[in-house]
């Protein structure tokens, strides 16, 4: 053990980081740490997107439809301005990619956010209450597990197309989608932490709490969700990647965000069209990215499971 | 002297606890079967006088437990009254009734490995209860009382920085006997507090739970299996067999006249140290099912002297010489009761 620090001056939270278990284990896997970078560099693609991004594709004037289906720079045709070639509006696909992917993590962290939020308070409430409460918000999970994820994304996005007027719906389009995303993947949250919780409320900490006179919820909050967050946290990570997919299948079938903001499933779904014409590019090149962020972000998640399981270490 | 110096802190009177051990509605509907009911602790009975210690002993399963977390509010009661300074707290329904006795009474757990938050600071566990109360107000005063219970714990407050998995089960214990005094309470509930811990830690806890007690005037419910421990505590001592207390008398007494057969029979199976020569008796049989008790006394199928009405009427508590015997067979003078020398206790 350390010495302690004197109070008021504990160690920086960098220095804190490197020393830890986490880090440690992180850098035993080339593949997670591989994984690790793939991500960073794609979140800081996305990101900076309108500092890097070699073109500004959401300015009109800069478009030139002369460019349109120019193949990448190492196919025969290929303009060293358009890396990776452009699409049927001469579109320069790196930063189409680049901006698809900021709408694509949006998407996908504000979804993994709602799903953990809504799983997280469903399944503390539904843990240390138990009895009819529990009954009632298990059995809702339940019937929500009985249908797939993405027909409950597709119902959400049809009855919002029908009950909002369109340029509203346009508007809102965006929150509909982190909302369908959202209400179909709360209840691995919901289960996990509540059976977390029904071990930890037994635990002589939480009777000690009791027996101090504090609030249940103050107990839920304080003591009880801390020691759950370990398993939340693996299950968000292995969730952002199925929300960024599950966006991505929905933008693909035309339902998921609007067309003006383009994700990397409209991407693909705009490239499809050219798949078979022999412009291969404005379909692969959208896939791969989304491939590589989905299989380093799930690949993270695998990691932190088992780097976060104490039988495993 | 007032009326009030003359009474008991605590009175415990006819306390029950059941608990539904059915299968749920719909199984019960389907297969049959009838709602089940574990009656954990069933008219449990006594007092403790403002500065003693009353000790609770029985085998595994006797509801020793189940009363302590009964007296500190854990458990609802399902009968009786736990009447704290001539206050029945058990008939209390909302949180804001207890909270002024909240302060007053306290526990301390078994287990010290589970009954510290893991990812909480020393400081912060031992600080809950006086932020929870109010007691005091301002970092610098809170951080000086932390300090001042750990010294009495005999901790240093430097510990207060470190996590409760940098202890010893020993140091663990003294941090929940931190806890536990940071309100002021007067009344403390120690379920088995040494039984997780080694001998030779367990002799320091004690003493330390001694020495508060001196100090600030504690009383102490006291649960333990280790008769050796309770010996060397209580002023007065409760034995508890599958629910219900079977005999209560003051410390020396008991150890000295054990007169309810089930005593008679625990106090047989203590270590003989001293090698006196004294045939050790092996506990004989095993706890009935609490779920189905046997008829009449519970101890009558493990009883040498049971006769056709133990084995049909529940025996009620009567007084003999200081003790007080739920006992057939002492209120008819068919049980011998022999004096003994009581070991002496090496804490």
């Known amino acids: 053990m350390t010495a302690p620090a004197a109070p008021g001056s504990p160690p920086g939270l960098l220095r804190r980081i490197f020393d830890s278990d986490l880090w440690y284990s992180f850098t035993r896997s080339w593949i997670t740490m591989g994984s690790g970078i793939c991500v960073l560099l794609l979140v800081v693609g996305a990101l900076g997107a309108p500092v890097l991004a070699p073109h500004d594709t959401f300015d009109p004037a800069t478009l030139k439809l002369m460019d349109a289906f120019t193949p990448p720079v190492w196919v025969e045709g290929g303009n060293p301005t358009y890396l990776i070639g452009t699409d049927n509006q001469g579109r320069d696909m790196l930063s189409t990619i680049m901006f698809g992917m900021r709408i694509s993590l949006l998407v996908g962290f504000a979804a993994v956010l709602f799903s953990l939020v809504l799983g997280v308070g469903l399944g503390l409430v539904a843990g240390y209450l138990g009895g009819t409460i529990d009954a009632l918000i298990m059995r809702v999970a339940d019937i929500k597990l009985a249908f797939p994820a993405i027909l409950i994304a597709l119902l959400v996005d049809g009855v919002s197309r029908a009950a909002l007027p369109r340029d509203m719906h346009d508007q809102l389009a965006l929150y509909v989608v982190v909302f369908a995303i959202g209400v179909s993947n709360w209840v691995s949250y919901a289960r996990t932490v509540r059976g977390t919780v029904m071990v930890e409320r037994g635990k002589d900490y939480v009777q000690a709490a009791r027996v101090i006179g504090i609030h249940p919820a103050v107990i839920m909050v304080r003591h009880v969700l801390p020691n759950v967050m370990g398993p939340v946290l693996v299950i968000a990570t292995l969730g952002l990647a199925l929300a960024i997919l599950t966006e991505a299948t929905l933008s693909f079938l035309g339902v998921g965000v609007p067309p003006t903001q383009p994700s990397l499933g409209t991407l693909i779904r705009n490239g499809n069209d050219y798949l078979f014409s022999g412009e291969w590019w404005i379909a692969i090149f959208p896939g791969l990215t989304l491939v590589v962020l989905a299989l380093s972000v799930n690949l993270l998640g695998d990691w932190l499971r088992d780097a976060l399981n104490p039988k495993l270490r | ?347």
């Not at chain 2, 209390?92 to 302060?103: D, G, I, K, L, N």
């Not at chain 2, 049971?306 to 007084?319: F, L």
């Open chain 2, 1 to 347: 002297m007032s009326e009030t110096a003359a009474r008991p802190l605590v009175e415990v009177q006819d306390l029950a606890r059941y608990f539904d051990v059915s299968k749920p509605l719909l199984n019960r509907l389907l297969e049959g079967g009838k709602r089940q009911i574990l009656r954990a602790v069933d008219g449990v009975s006594f007092d403790i006088p403002r500065g003693r210690t009353f000790a609770l002993v029985g085998e595994s399963g006797c509801g020793k437990s189940t009363v302590a977390r009964c007296v500190v509010g854990l458990y609802p009661l399902s009968r009786g009254k736990m009447i704290f300074e001539g206050v029945d707290i058990a008939s209390m329904r909302t949180r804001e009734a207890m909270r002024p006795f909240r302060r007053r009474l306290q526990m301390i757990f078994q287990d010290p490995y589970a009954s510290l938050n893991p990812r909480w600071r020393v400081r912060d566990i031992i600080a809950e209860p006086i932020r929870a109360h109010a007691i005091l107000s301002g970092r610098e005063a809170i951080d000086a009382r932390v300090d001042e219970l750990l010294t009495q714990v005999k901790l240093n407050p430097r510990d207060g920085e470190k996590y409760p998995h940098e202890f010893s089960g020993g140091q663990r214990q003294r941090i929940s006997i931190a806890r536990a005094l940071a309100s002021n309470p007067e009344f403390l509930v120690c379920d088995e507090p040494t039984s997780a811990l080694d001998v030779s830690v367990q002799a320091q806890i004690l003493n330390l739970m001694k020495d508060l007690q001196r100090d600030l005037g504690l009383t102490y419910l006291f649960i333990s299996h280790n008769l050796a421990v309770v010996h060397h505590m209580s002023d007065e001592v409760g034995v508890m067999y599958l629910g219900r207390l079977v005999e209560r008398a003051p410390s020396k007494e008991l150890f000295r006249f054990p007169r309810h057969p089930y005593t008679q029979m625990l106090l047989d199976t203590i270590p003989d140290i001293d090698m006196t020569g004294r045939q050790r008796q092996p506990v004989a049989g095993e706890v009935p099912n609490p779920i189905d008790p046997p008829p009449g006394c519970p101890f009558n199928p493990r009883c040498a002297f049971a006769n056709d009405r133990c084995r049909t009427e529940v025996p009620v508590a009567k007084r003999a010489g200081e003790a007080l015997v739920a006992c057939h067979g002492i209120e008819e003078g068919r049980v011998p009761v022999i004096e003994r020398v009581p070991a002496p206790v090496a804490a």
